[in-house]
T-cell receptor
Framework: NAGVTQTPKFQVLKTGQSMTLQCAQDMNHNSMYWYRQDPGMGLRLIYYSASEGTTDKGEVPNGYNVSRLNKREFSLRLESAAPSQTSVYFC??????????????FGPGTRLLVL | GNSVTQMEGPVTLSEEAFLTINCTYTATGYPSLFWYVQYPGEGLQLLLKATKADDKGSNKGFEATYRKETTSFHLEKGSVQVSDSAVYFCALSSGGSYIPTFGRGTSLIVHP
């Protein structure tokens, strides 16, 4: 039982390049999330998926797109990377969005540097 | 809307000292409250939670009590260890909003 896995662990991009961050969970969770973590800013929600087939914008969606490929996988795409997107990206999952007792399970993170 | 406010860090302590990290919140409805911990280079993991007023969550020597009257969920530990050095996040989940809300995190540094 691996929990939440993310690839790659670390990536360097040049401004304007594109890339996709991959996330998968093996806990049969319905809901999945993408966050970014920046110094002094805590966690900010980029996009989330309440269930397979649905996605919604979070607090900071500009410059990103997501795909909920199936129940297990939720990818985050940067179409044209900018230095402001340098950050640590975390994927998380939970049993059900909106459940008042839900716990989120986090992946180990992807460290992205945009030059 | 929902919000979580944590004390700013870093909090620097000597080993075996008493720890308190303050957390207050505003929320619609009756939220569940959480503390997550992030060790260096890792993702967040649940430390403890409480789902209703006056509940106490506890784990690994850490405790926090859900205080509805003061809208607080302060994290405490009686004797910290070097291995407790990490960033601690207070969070809430409310049925009124489908988006979990996190505080900005408090860094704890424990010296031998």
């Amino acid at each position: 039982n691996a929990g939440v896995t993310q690839t790659p662990k670390f990536q360097v991009l040049k401004t304007g390049q594109s890339m996709t961050l991959q996330c998968a969970q093996d806990m049969n969770h319905n809901s999945m999330y993408w966050y970014r973590q920046d110094p002094g800013m805590g966690l900010r929600l980029i996009y989330y998926s309440a269930s397979e087939g649905t996605t919604d914008k979070g607090e900071v969606p500009n410059g990103y797109n997501v795909s909920r490929l199936n129940k297990r996988e939720f990818s985050l795409r940067l179409e044209s990377a900018a230095p402001s997107q340098t950050s640590v990206y975390f994927c998380a999952s939970s049993e059900e969005l909106g459940g008042s007792q839900e716990t989120q399970y986090f992946g180990p993170g992807t460290r992205l540097l945009v030059l | 809307g929902n919000s979580v406010t944590q004390m700013e860090g870093p909090v620097t302590l000597s080993e075996e000292a008493f720890l308190t990290i303050n957390c207050t919140y505003t929320a619609t409805g009756y939220p569940s409250l959480f503390w997550y911990v992030q060790y260096p280079g890792e993702g967040l993991q649940l430390l403890l939670k409480a789902t209703k007023a006056d509940d106490k969550g506890s784990n690994k020597g850490f405790e926090a009590t859900y205080r509805k009257e003061t809208t607080s969920f302060h994290l405490e530990k009686g004797s910290v260890q070097v291995s407790d050095s990490a960033v601690y996040f207070c969070a809430l989940s409310s049925g009124g909003s489908y988006i979990p809300t996190f505080g900005r995190g408090t860094s704890l540094i424990v010296h031998p």
